[in-house]
């Protein structure tokens, strides 16, 4: 049973693990951004929006750092999906 | 809790990571001490190229062949998949004048060593589809490549560790320890660090942490920003750069009267594909302190560039945009050595564009120095001292 949780996805775009998140953790992860650059989780194409939760919450676990400093300030914009094209066309409206 | 280190490296971006690796690997005991996370700085939000043919026929290529040759075995090394492919690499000449720079580039790369030729526009378009019908030619070296500089840095890091090296991150360096006019040490959020010789990799933010010593580095930050697709089938072959970047770093003169948004924004295009699939899109080359937020600007200027260089590039969806501070210098080599008159300091600081590039090489230098008091080669053109550190 508690192999079977371990093998649990949390990150479904990338397909990374429980376990993975957990080892990501241990090897000194103690943000979104720390889990992101060891696992890849939260880079795939919904960029985070479905299992960033989780992730806070497995970090909170952890103890690491109070939940409230989980969420680095950042200051990119969330892109909007667009075609290179586009960015472009903008320009000569 | 105090620790005691051989040696204590501060930065852990791919220098600082590379350093304390190769230092581990020599025997010495390291403590490295990263303000936020490995690859929190230019490391964590740059291009991922190991491109030989940007590189200034001298030390600088030299260098970057060396590193290049030591990424052909590291995975294994490291014991971790660094993603490391020679896929070859070209640079696009859209006019006479860049034709002309390039040209002499190209024969002096090659008295080098450097394998790199001129071709045709038809000669490129079978290696690379989408590219634009005005070009004259490109540049094409094989040995170009590119590496993955997430994996690259945790990879330097987690071999560091294995030969006993501790890690420390969200440890900032707030100050040195000093005793008798020699630096003996640091001290950081997470306790201090008492070290025979530390050494400052924090790439752009050196400056800052020398300061505090009341060295004055000649290190600006220098923000690149970037876009990135959605991973997409293998479309972009190998790493592609355009000969404005060429003539904007070595020869600016020629730039002097160009009043176009793109070149006062220094855009000049730097394109591969991850092994994932995305296809990363840049950059810019702005001097805006250690600003690293993107702007609506900059993005399109990347974008428009790179549209008229490879339309192919159109379709492509934008789903991720960045920005990192390059460390830059004034004559574009970084500062790698002891610095006259701080005893007990080591610099490492200012590989500005090329730090992914010259990362392997630049921990040994640094190992090299610090175990044996030499290295390999003569690296006298990065003697920090070539530069007045101390303010008079
Ligand atoms: C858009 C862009 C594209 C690029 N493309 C390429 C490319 O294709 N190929 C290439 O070779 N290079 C490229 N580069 C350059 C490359 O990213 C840098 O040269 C390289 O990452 C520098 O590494 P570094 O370790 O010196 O600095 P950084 O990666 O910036 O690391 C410095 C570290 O020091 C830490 N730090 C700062 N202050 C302190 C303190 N007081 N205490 C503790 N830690 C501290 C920071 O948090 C940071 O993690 C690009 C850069 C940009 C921005
Ligand atoms: S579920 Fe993690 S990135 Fe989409």
């Known amino acids: 049973m508690e192999n079977a949780d371990q093998e649990i996805i949390i990150c479904r775009c ?14 000194g992860a ?16 919904c960029q985070g929006r479905t299992c960033r939760r989780l992730i806070t919450q497995m970090l909170a676990q952890s103890g690491a750092r109070p939940a409230a400093e989980l969420y680095p300030p950042t200051s990119r914009p969330p892109v909007r999906t667009a075609q290179v094209g586009e960015y472009i066309r903008e320009e000569d409206d | ?8 490296v501060i930065g852990g971006g791919v220098i600082g990571a590379s350093i304390a690796y190769r230092l581990a690997k020599a025997g010495k005991k390291v403590v490295l001490c990263e303000r936020y996370d490995l690859t929190a700085g230019a490391t964590g939000a ?15 290529l030299r260098l970057a062949l060396d590193s290049a040759a030591m990424f052909q075995d590291l995975s294994r090394e490291l014991d971790y998949p660094i993603e490391y492919f020679r896929h070859g690499g070209m640079i696009t000449i859209e006019n006479e004048m860049e034709m002309g720079v390039m040209t002499d580039f190209v024969a002096r790369q090659k008295k080098i060593g450097l394998e790199v030729e001129i071709i045709s526009r038809a000669d490129a378009a079978k290696r690379q589809r989408g590219l634009a019908d005005h070009l004259l030619g490109c540049t094409f070296s094989r040995q170009d490549g590119h590496v993955n500089p997430f994996k690259l840095t945790l990879g330097f890091a987690k071999a560091a560790k294995a030969l006993g090296a501790e890690i420390l991150i969200d440890a900032e360096v707030t100050g040195f320890k ?13 306790g201090d660090v008492d070290a025979e010789v530390t050494v400052l990799a924090a790439g752009a933010w050196s400056p800052l942490v020398a300061a505090q010593v009341g060295l004055t580095l000649p290190i600006k930050p220098r923000r690149g920003q970037i876009i990135i697709t959605e991973p997409g089938p293998p479309y972009v072959v190998g790493g592609i750069l355009s000969a404005q970047y060429i003539v904007a770093k070595y020869h600016p003169e020629t730039l002097r009267d160009a ?3 793109g070149v ?9 594909q991850t092994a994932k699939g995305d296809i990363l899109i840049g950059a810019t080359r702005e001097f805006v302190d250690y600003e690293v937020s993107n702007t609506r600007e900059g993005i399109r200027e990347i974008l428009k560039n790179a549209a008229r260089l490879m339309p192919g590039l159109k379709k492509m969806n934008v789903i991720r945009i960045m920005g990192g501070s390059r460390p830059y210098t004034p004559d574009g080599l970084p500062l790698i050595g002891f610095p006259k008159g701080r005893e007990g300091l080591f610099l490492a600081a200012g590989h500005e564009g090329d730090g992914i590039a010259l990362s392997a090489i630049t921990g040994r230098i640094v190992a090299d120095l610090l175990t044996e008091g030499k290295t390999y080669t003569d690296i006298s053109p990065l003697d920090p001292n070539r530069f007045p550190l101390i303010a008079s």
């Open chain 2, 178 to 190: 000093e005793e008798g006019g020699k630096i003996k040490g640091i001290k950081t959020a997470k």
């Open chain 2, 1 to 8: 809790m105090g620790r005691t280190a051989d040696v204590a």
């Open chain 1, 14 to 27: 990338e397909e990374i693990s429980r376990r993975q998140i957990l080892a990501a953790i241990a090897d």
């Open chain 2, 46 to 60: 740059c291009d991922q190229m190991v491109i030989l043919q940007s590189k200034n026929p001298g030390i600088h």
């Open chain 2, 259 to 261: 009043k176009s948004r």
């Open chain 2, 264 to 272: 006062q924004l220094g855009v000049g295009l730097a394109l591969s």
């Open chain 1, 30 to 45: 103690t943000t979104i951004k720390g889990v992101k650059i060891r696992t890849e989780a939260g880079m795939g194409l």
